[in-house]
């Protein structure tokens, strides 16, 4: 069965601090690796890390996958209150195409003022 | 910016009534999902679509769901008798598909309560 783990579940840090959060998984095949920020309702879509893309940077936000030992980390630095969500590593098996995610529960990312 | 819609936004039924949720996918997307999201809990995977057709579907969607695309712009997921474990928040998705991966972009979403 495809797994995904983040790890930790929950995190409560101060504006500035920089912060690691992790994804690790266990799939039949691999296509892509996913990360979304969900803060209200809907995930938003920040990255996505294949075997052609292995680190991803976009502002203080960044992330890398590695595929031989199944994982990915998402790091954000300097964090601001803005960035309190819950976030989501997903992984797309390949299964001919039709591209379905796999979810894990997430990180709850608590940014104190 | 092209975005995936939703309506309703909020939906209250009574047990073993039909709700139908829609979306309107983005205009040149050719893959749809449904994804659901059960208070506290993980997103999971419903079910796929392209070009007219179930594509995937996971062990939740059994026979009480369904889904269709009426037109060329709306997606809809039907559950035909709803219980009290179908409560949850509905979300639909597109991505443009095929070929290299693409990656999903996810509507507001729908909370479904079943009372």
């Known amino acids: 069965e495809d797994k995904v783990v983040q790890s930790p579940l929950s995190l409560v840090v101060h504006e500035g601090d920089t912060v690691t959060l992790n994804c690790s998984y266990e799939?039949?095949?691999?296509?892509?690796l996913l990360w979304y920020k969900q803060e209200k309702k809907a995930p938003t879509f920040l990255f996505m890390l294949?075997?052609?893309?292995i680190e991803k940077k976009s502002g203080r936000l960044s992330s890398i996958l590695d595929k031989k030992e199944l994982f990915s980390i998402l790091n954000i630095t300097a964090t601001q209150t803005g960035d309190s969500a819950v976030y989501l590593c997903?992984?797309?098996?390949?299964?001919?195409?039709?591209?379905?995610?796999?979810f894990g529960k997430g990180t709850k990312l608590t940014v104190n003022p | 910016e092209p975005e995936v819609t939703q309506t309703p936004s909020h939906q209250v039924t009574q047990m073993g009534q039909e709700v139908i949720l829609r979306c309107v996918p983005i205009?040149?997307?050719?893959?749809f999902y449904w994804y659901r999201q059960i208070l506290g809990q993980k997103v999971e995977f419903l079910v796929s679509?392209?070009?007219?057709?179930?594509?995937?579907k996971s062990e939740i969607f059994d026979d009480q769901f369904s889904v269709e695309r009426p037109d060329g712009s709306n997606f809809t997921l039907k559950i035909r008798s709803t219980k009290l474990e179908d409560s949850a928040m509905y979300f639909c998705?597109?991505?443009?598909?095929?070929?290299?991966?693409?990656?999903?972009?996810f509507g507001p979403g729908t909370r479904l309560t079943v009372l």
């Open positions: 998705a597109s991505s443009e598909g095929g070929g290299p991966p693409y990656e999903q972009f």
């Open positions: 205009s040149n997307h050719l893959y």
């Open positions: 294949t075997s052609s893309g």
């Open positions: 799939v039949t095949n691999f296509r892509s």
């Open positions: 679509f392209y070009n007219n057709e179930i594509s995937e």
């Open positions: 997903a992984v797309e098996p390949t299964q001919g195409g039709s591209e379905k995610l796999v």
